[in-house]
RNA sequence: GAGUAGGGAGGUA
């Protein structure tokens, strides 16, 4: 039954979900560990709804969940954002007595703060016997993510005020709490904080930050910032195009997007539509057909209803209304 | 043998 786990776990890691399930079910015997490692597996892969159903058929087998597995089903509440169930688990971890251990709390502050509540959240915070960098860092990302930019912050003096010293993650979730402040000097500092710790050629770090002066405007310092990191994904790349997409700088759009290319970094789907919205800005409707085939042909993705709708609006923009019409027929959708 | 926190997301017709 050991290997068995360790072999789910691997397929798990490896992203083989279907391989995980099938030595799983192949065991002729599973344990709490066992049962714990799927559900892991189905949270890591965002398939919460499926996590939630496996503890249900876990329990009918006669064992009862520990701190492991009720951690993965809160981390799955969390995901599908189902503050009720998450509330069952609450519950469930209070009775069980778990509540005090770090990992445990840290991932009910997470998932309430991941749903929005909160005072809730805040509140489990302030009773932890002791926090770390988890707690705060989950904290000020769910003031972040709501729009409650000072809040977050302050939990950044709270932690220094404890001595528990920050790390990337941290300052990611910082940044993006900035981008709800509306000030840019906020961000300076962070930058300058960022800097200062080295954390400046980090990918989700500079994403955040190019995103964020993008957000101000500011074009010339996310490009600043971009050109400092030498390592470069997509989600890097797509923040700078939509920076400058959102200035009308239409050719640097299309000449970063070919730069992108050119690395050999592939595009995803998001970075599509801004680059329909750029052809759309300057009615250049043969490029926006030719990476519309690109998105299959080129790159294996399936158009979405918003890919359509993006190409479409082009087509009928620019009085190409025959083809509009075929497009429409052609979507797997129902028109919206 | 299993568990907790981070990045980009068009248009608004």
Avoid at 59 to 70: C, I, Q, Y
Avoid at 123 to 149: C, K, N, Q
Avoid at 159 to 180: G, P
Avoid at 220 to 243: C, H, N, P, S
Wanted: proline share 2%; net charge negative; glycine share 8%.
């Amino acid at each position: 039954i050991y290997v068995g786990s360790t072999l789910v776990d691997m397929y798990i890691k490896c992203g083989s979900l279907s391989k995980a399930q099938k030595v799983f079910h192949e065991l002729p015997n599973r344990d709490v560990v066992l049962w714990t490692t799927l559900i892991a597996g189905y949270v890591d892969h965002d398939r919460g709804e499926e996590a939630l159903q496996c503890v249900k058929q876990m329990k009918r087998d006669g064992f009862s969940p520990n701190a492991h597995t009720l951690v993965c089903s809160s981390k799955a509440c969390g995901t599908l954002k189902a503050i009720d169930r998450g509330q069952g688990i609450h519950t469930e971890i209070t009775l069980k007595g778990y509540e005090h251990e770090i990992m445990v709390g840290n991932s009910l502050i997470s998932m309430y703060a991941t749903c929005g509540l909160l005072e809730t959240a805040r509140l489990l915070l302030d009773r932890l016997p002791f926090r770390d960098v988890v707690s705060w860092t989950a904290m000020i990302d769910g003031y972040a993510e709501h729009g409650y930019g000072e809040e977050a912050l302050n939990c950044l003096k709270g932690m220094q005020h404890e001595s528990i010293s920050s790390n990337a993650l941290t300052y990611t979730c910082c940044v993006k709490a900035c981008c709800s402040i509306g000030t840019i000097e906020k961000g300076y500092e962070l930058h300058s904080a960022i800097v200062e710790r080295g954390f400046e050629s980090d990918l989700p770090i500079g994403s955040i930050l190019v995103s964020m002066y993008v957000k101000s405007g500011a074009l010339r310092e996310a490009q600043f910032v971009f050109d400092k990191l030498t390592i470069r994904d997509y989600v890097l790349w797509t923040a700078l195009i939509e920076g400058y997409s959102q200035v009308g700088e239409s050719e640097n759009v299309f000449s970063n997007f070919d730069k992108m290319l050119g690395e050999g970094i592939k595009p995803d789907l998001a970075s599509f539509l801004i680059i329909f919205n750029a052809c759309n800005h300057e009615g250049l409707v043969e490029k926006g057909l030719a990476y519309f085939e690109a998105i299959r042909r080129e790159y294996g993705l399936t158009p979405t209803l918003e890919h359509y709708t993006a190409i479409i609006d082009l087509l009928g923009r620019s009085g190409h209304l025959s083809k509009a019409i075929s497009m429409i027929r052609e979507m797997p959708w129902h028109p919206d």
